[in-house]
């Protein structure tokens, strides 16, 4: 977990196929309320730039992006 | 309710799709009855809401009221129907219970599309707003991803390098090559992946070993669009990746393995400066020009192999795997005598990417699959879509079929010989 953002909700999307990544991470918001932060976990590079495109058309914010050896986190504001 | 005006404009819609062939097909029908075990939704729940004909003639009598025949008869077409919201509840069951598949086409005497004539379901139910909204939501975000692409270039590159590791396990690289190149202005083939690592890991591993000039794709393959049944999303969509291609000047464009984009791409990319082709003839190819070189050894059990709908009985790719699975094994079994007639997975038409939504109807309207995978007694079951590949995943836990689902690509890379 990012140090700086409190998380309301993880999702683990290691792994998964295409393109369940994005469903289920559009599904999952709806389950935190506005204003909140999930925190979605994905093996995939192209969550990279699938999960940007994703939440400027959904009207959400990525807050914060990690990436490290085993895992790329995403940081997710609910805004819509 | 509905007025006039929405009326309307889903009629223009309807219109917009009537060309030759689908007046052709909404006007010949007999009911002869042929179709009726032809569809693996009828073959596996038995209603005859899910019988091809039917369907059909969900949309059929909406043409029937609004639009002139031209002079035929119509022996099949029932009662002529007016477009209410109650037709589209029945458009969207009759849409969304067609995985697209055409075998029902290949049993009708007169070749008739049921897949097309649910593109106008799907049209309208657009029109409507009564479509999934996850699969517009997936266009979009596609659709997205093509305007706004240089911001995401860096993190994906970056992105791609925790694979390489892997993507070298399969097969070593001589110095000076790189694992996963991407943005190569040049290069002979432009492999078009999903975004799961999955897709690019024995693809690449494949490419290299092969001594391929490639590069890889920003984009993902696959057509949100086309499962949505919207054609102008559909050529957006396709349209970044035509782009790309002649940004790189590359010579071939290689779908991975997602029958749906390879389909797509195929037909309706056009005269283009490069060729087409979907991962599987690049393969074959490969073979039989002994670039590579694989390791019988490295499959242990009776493979059968599910033929995509979208690659083998709607594009024509059906020999190809069955040239490689020679390669890897001496014990492949059919599916079926004739390719053409194999059973849909029952995940196509966008059900699988509805996800849970869709699991129990995708579960109980393919059991005829399953029978036909049992039957063969193979342990491994490959396929070369991922849409079928996750589908048949389902079927193998729901049904326990206790087989390993698996891809070509990631059976082909598992077992290349490095001399
Ligand atoms: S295209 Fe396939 S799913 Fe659709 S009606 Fe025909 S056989 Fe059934
Ligand atoms: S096989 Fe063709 S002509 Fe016969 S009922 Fe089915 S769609 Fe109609």
Request: proline share 3%; aromatic share 8%; charged share 25%.
């Amino acid at each position: 977990m990012s140090d700086d953002i409190k998380v309301d909700k993880v999702f683990d999307l290691k792994g998964l196929p295409c393109p369940m990544p994005v469903v289920k991470v559009s599904k999952g918001i709806k389950e935190v309320e506005i204003g909140q932060v999930i925190e979605a976990q994905s093996t995939d590079p192209g969550s990279l730039t699938d999960f940007p495109a994703w939440a400027r058309t959904s009207g959400n914010e990525i807050l914060k992006t990690e990436q490290d050896d085993d895992v790329i986190k995403f940081y997710i504001k609910r805004n819509a | 309710m509905m007025d006039e005006k929405t009326r309307d404009d889903l009629l223009k819609l309807f219109e917009s799709k009537l060309n030759e062939a689908m007046r052709l097909y909404l006007e010949t029908c007999t009911r002869c009855g042929v179709c009726t075990e032809a569809c693996h939704v009828h073959a596996s729940m038995g209603q005859v809401k899910y019988i091809a004909a039917y369907r059909a003639e969900i949309v059929r009598r909406l043409y029937k009221k609004y639009f002139k025949g031209r002079g035929k008869i119509w022996p099949s077409v029932g009662e002529a129907r007016e477009l209410s919201a109650m037709a589209l509840d029945e458009l969207y069951e009759a849409a969304y219970s067609c995985t697209g598949c055409r075998r029902c086409m290949v049993y009708c005497p007169f070749g008739i599309d049921t897949q097309m004539l649910m593109s106008i379901a799907k049209l309208l139910l657009v029109g409507a707003e009564m479509e999934p909204e996850i699969l517009t939501l997936l266009a979009d975000t596609s659709i997205e991803k093509g305007k706004s692409i240089d911001l995401f270039k860096e993190s994906f590159m970056q992105g791609l390098k925790r694979l390489e590791d892997e993507v070298v396990s399969k097969w070593k690289l001589e110095a000076g090559e790189t694992a996963i190149p991407v943005d190569v202005e040049g290069a002979d083939l432009l492999y078009v992946a999903l975004a799961g690592a999955h897709s690019i890991i024995p693809a690449a591993a494949i490419f290299n070993a092969a001594k391929e000039n490639w590069t890889l794709s920003f984009f993902e393959a696959v057509n949100f669009g086309a499962f949505v049944g919207d054609p102008t999303k559909t050529k957006l969509i396709l349209d970044r990746i035509v782009s790309e291609a002649k940004r790189l000047k590359v010579k071939e464009v290689c779908i991975c393995e997602c029958g749906t984009a390879y389909r797509v791409m195929k037909q309706l990319t056009g005269k283009q400066p490069f060729k087409v082709s979907s991962i599987t003839e690049v393969h074959a190819r490969y073979i039989r020009e002994g670039r590579i070189k694989l390791d019988k050894t490295m499959v242990d059990g009776a493979v059968t192999y599910h033929d995509p709908c979208q690659i083998a009985r709607n594009a024509g790719v059906i020999d190809e795997p069955r040239y490689i699975l020679q390669h890897l094994t001496d014990d492949y079994r059919e599916l079926t005598d004739e390719p053409r007639y194999n059973w849909c997975c029952g995940g196509g038409g966008g059900l699988v990417a509805m996800g849970e939504d869709t699991l129990d109807f995708r579960m109980k309207s393919a059991s005829v699959k399953v029978d036909q995978v049992n039957a063969t007694g193979a342990t491994i079951l490959a396929t070369a879509c991922e849409n079928c590949h996750a589908q048949l995943s389902n079927l193998n836990d729901h049904y326990k079929m206790g087989v390993d689902v698996r891809f070509l690509s990631s059976m082909i890379a598992d077992a290349l010989i490095q001399s």
